[in-house]
């Protein structure tokens, strides 16, 4: 029982950083109707953006710890949302008024340039954060077997949490979500009442870009490093794992890609871990045919 409560706990770690990028992709695809391919390459530049601006402010600033990590935050949250505006405003926002079947060739050739870019940028090499924050929080024990997280780990989950909760709140009675609801639903009406509908379209993805972004951060603060392709292969999964909580409601979408997570813990705790993917995925696929309401709610 201990050994399942800890495959839970380590869920919810994974889960929080799902949590945190299907929000953003739900919110952007409410306005997008189109599947977004770049979205998981902006969780991985952002996490590669952060190791390297701490590696510049370590190395060439001298600054020390803190300073340099909240350096590397910083710089990667601006780099987010500078990446998300220029992809919302020169690439996304023309694409999806003239051809927006073209929507998903063009987000994966972006997702491509930014992890080339960070990889240029690192010039090939791995760099790594030092381990933080290691110390172990116990929440139950019995005999030699200890149920724990790091404190790094219950720190991203409450980072995730607090950020989706007042999200939601601010997205429920925000000017901008009634905005965002009724570009959603229908843009054309909305621009009959007067709706900006471009700046609601560009507004909404860098949002979604900048929870992107923090996902990206929280992982690389607890892994140490991203590598340069994670970012289309959590772009990929986190197209599926929204799809259980539904591409219309951005916290349901958390929700359902954070139980995603934790049934991703579970399975790689109790079965071979190199068939995890395959049989998730297979049971999604299953959920969606069960649950055809959120086949018609996966707008792709």
Not at 14 to 32: K, W
Not at 99 to 111: E, F, K, S
Not at 183 to 203: E, H, K, N, S, Y
Request: glycine share 10%; hydrophobic share 60%.
């Amino acid at each position: 029982m201990l050994y399942f409560l800890q495959q839970l706990l380590n869920g919810l770690h994974i889960g929080a950083i799902y949590a945190l990028l299907a929000f953003g992709y739900a919110l952007i695809n409410g306005v997008l109707h189109r599947t977004n391919l770049a979205h998981g390459a902006i969780f991985g530049f952002a996490g590669q953006v952060t190791i390297l601006a701490a590696v510049f402010g370590w190395q060439v600033l001298w600054l020390a710890l803190p300073a340099t990590l909240a350096l590397g935050v910083a710089v990667a949250l601006v780099y987010g949302a500078f990446v998300s505006a220029l992809l919302g405003r020169h690439v996304l926002l023309p694409l999806a008024r003239l051809a927006p079947n073209a929507i998903v060739v063009a987000t994966l050739g972006a997702a491509l340039a930014l992890m080339e870019a960070g990889r240029i940028a690192a010039e090939t090499r791995d760099f790594w954060l030092p381990p933080l924050l290691t110390g172990a929080v116990v929440f139950a024990a019995a005999g030699d077997f200890r149920v724990t997280l790091t404190a790094m780990q219950i720190v991203n989950c409450a980072v995730a949490a607090v950020t989706l909760v007042l999200a939601s709140r601010w997205l429920a009675v925000s000017r901008y979500g009634r905005e965002w609801r009724a570009v959603a639903d229908d843009p054309a009406a909305a621009a009959l009442c007067a709706v900006d509908t471009g700046q609601v379209f560009i507004r909404t993805v860098v949002i979604g870009g900048l929870a992107a972004s923090l996902a990206g951060i929280l992982a690389v603060l607890y892994y140490g490093n991203i590598g340069f392709g994670a970012g289309l292969v959590f772009g990929l999964k986190v197209l599926f794992v929204t799809a259980i909580g539904g591409f219309l409601s951005p916290l349901r979408a958390a929700a359902g890609a954070a139980c995603f997570g934790i049934a991703e813990s579970v399975w790689s705790g109790y079965f071979p871990i190199e068939w995890r993917d395959g049989w998730m995925l297979a049971l999604l696929c299953a959920l969606l045919v069960l649950r055809p309401e959120r086949a018609r709610d996966a707008r792709v």
